[in-house]
């Protein structure tokens, strides 16, 4: 069982960095769809809420993942991945939103 420094501290590291906590085809598909699922929770929310959010979350990658990995390319390619899935939520969500709105006018 892990304890909660261990828990918060997975936050600070990147997917792909050794120790991974799960298999990577089951990692990748459950990391991913939690972020789509930020993106989407982010687009309920008022746009300055999801502009924070969004800026805070690049400045974690920035400057927690990618050093920790030693700048991999990789990792790299892992953070844009993440921040990617969470904008594909965000403007699949968005668009819906829209989309409902102007059918109801």
């Keep these: 069982m892990m304890t909660l420094p261990e828990v918060l501290a997975t936050f600070a590291q990147s997917d792909l ?7 990577f085809w089951f990692q990748r598909g ?5 972020h789509a699922l930020f993106g989407l929770i982010a687009a309920l929310g008022p746009m300055r809420w999801a502009v924070a959010g ?6 974690k990658e920035l400057a927690l993942d990618i050093p920790d990995a030693g700048f991999a390319a ?4 892992d953070s844009l991945a993440d921040l990617g899935a969470a904008f594909g939520g ?5 668009q819906r ?3 409902l709105i102007h059918r109801g006018s």
């Design 17 to 23: 960095a050794p120790g991974a906590l799960s298999p």
């Design 97 to 99: 939103l829209r989309a």
């Design 90 to 94: 965000f403007a699949f969500a968005r």
């Design 74 to 77: 990789l990792v790299v390619l």
């Design 30 to 34: 459950a990391v991913q769809g939690t």
């Design 54 to 59: 969004f800026a805070l979350w690049t400045a």
